[in-house]
């Protein structure tokens, strides 16, 4: 039973799929949504949570059979279903059963919060950050930003920070992600600076062909135009983005959600998409607020994540399934476009499917 809540100061969005995909989906949801229930509860945060599930299955057990979706006097939890027909209408919807961001612009659009945090149901929030949250004083046209801790959860059902902290194998910061075993630094490629040096090193490193087999008129303009792109840009690059697993956590107000018109809609795999929102922001003069390292979310592994040997393997498999997604090259690309014009990907007044009606 949904309770009616007023003024809600936060809305927290996230979206999935009916089909128990990733390996204990359902399990991993309850965790996050029962954190989320306890934690508004405790700290007084009147809150929603919007679920978008995406692609919904016929005939198999929706989301709201299969979850326990807790509500309280401090949270309201619904779900908003997108049925197959709307999937289907998107171009590489036989290729890509899920569109991530776009999903979770159904839910952004929809939302009645204050704020609104854009997060994934495999994550639960530090309790520091609830309590940072319900003093507040978040600031609009801000973009918040913190840490993920991956856990190697043991499902449990303990979800204090110090139960969960003792599972933590990998972070991701703002400038590299931490191996806590081997203690190995995986530098991350989101600032352009380093785009622009894999890019060089994709051209210089190739032994198969001659230097200037590889270095072609096309290919050289390319590099002359990034370099200077870059340069032209030191001062907005200067200070980096915090884009390391900006998908699990970003953090705004809901009038400038809606000035951004969240995502850009890209139907392809959601690699950079979350990232491209950040950078589109830079470029309208958001501001941006990075937590300090005592304030941050834990990531409950699964299939696929929480180390970099499963990245690769993932651009293996979408390669190999021909699913489209932004390479850094062309991540860099579009990044150089909205240098320009930081509108290039949002065109469409209906985005989040605006103009459907959806339960």
């Not at 229930?37 to 009147?46: D, G, L, R, T």
């Not at 939890?77 to 999903?103: C, E, G, Y």
Request: aromatic share 14%.
């Amino acid at each position: 039973m949904v309770n009616k809540i007023d003024n809600i100061y936060l809305s927290v969005v996230a979206a999935s799929r009916n089909d128990n995909h990733g390996d204990k989906l359902d399990e991993r949801t309850n965790l996050f949504i029962k954190s989320l229930a306890e934690n508004c509860q405790k700290y007084k945060i009147p809150a929603e949570l919007i679920l978008v599930e995406w692609n919904q299955i016929p005939n198999t057990k929706t989301l709201s059979d299969r979850l326990d979706l807790i509500s309280n006097e401090f949270l309201n939890s619904k779900i908003i279903t997108v049925n197959k027909d709307h999937h289907s209408k998107l171009p590489n919807s036989d290729r890509l059963q899920f569109f991530q961001m776009i999903a979770k612009n159904v839910g952004i659009r929809r939302a009645s919060g204050e704020f609104i945090l854009a997060t994934n149901i495999d994550v639960i929030i530090n309790r520091k950050l609830y309590e940072f949250i319900s003093q507040r004083k978040l600031k609009e046209k801000t973009i918040y930003r913190c840490d993920r801790h991956c856990i190697e959860y043991n499902y449990s059902g303990i979800i204090e920070d110090g139960h969960l902290d003792q599972f933590t194998n990998f972070i991701d910061k703002k400038y590299y992600s931490l191996d806590t075993k081997t203690k190995v630094k995986y530098y991350v490629y989101s600032s352009v600076f380093r785009h622009i040096k894999t890019f060089l090193e994709s051209i210089f490193r190739k032994k198969e062909k001659s230097l200037i087999e590889r270095i072609k008129i096309k290919n050289f303009v390319s590099i002359l135009k990034k370099i200077f792109f870059y340069f032209k840009n030191y001062k907005v690059f200067q200070k980096k983005l915090f884009t390391n697993a900006c998908g699990d956590f970003t953090l705004l107000d809901k009038n400038s959600w809606n000035t951004l018109k969240g995502y850009c809609e890209l139907p392809i795999y959601s690699w950079h998409l979350d990232s491209l929102l950040l950078w589109e922001a830079r470029f309208k003069n958001y501001n941006f607020f990075d937590f300090d390292e005592d304030y941050y979310i834990y990531h409950m592994n699964h299939l696929k994540s929480g180390v970099i040997s499963e990245k690769i393997k993932l651009f293996e498999n979408l390669d190999m399934n021909k699913i489209p997604y932004l390479t850094n090259d062309e991540f860099l690309d579009i990044a150089m476009k909205l240098s320009k014009n930081p509108d290039y990907l949002k065109t469409d007044e209906f985005w989040g499917l605006h103009n459907k009606n959806l339960n």
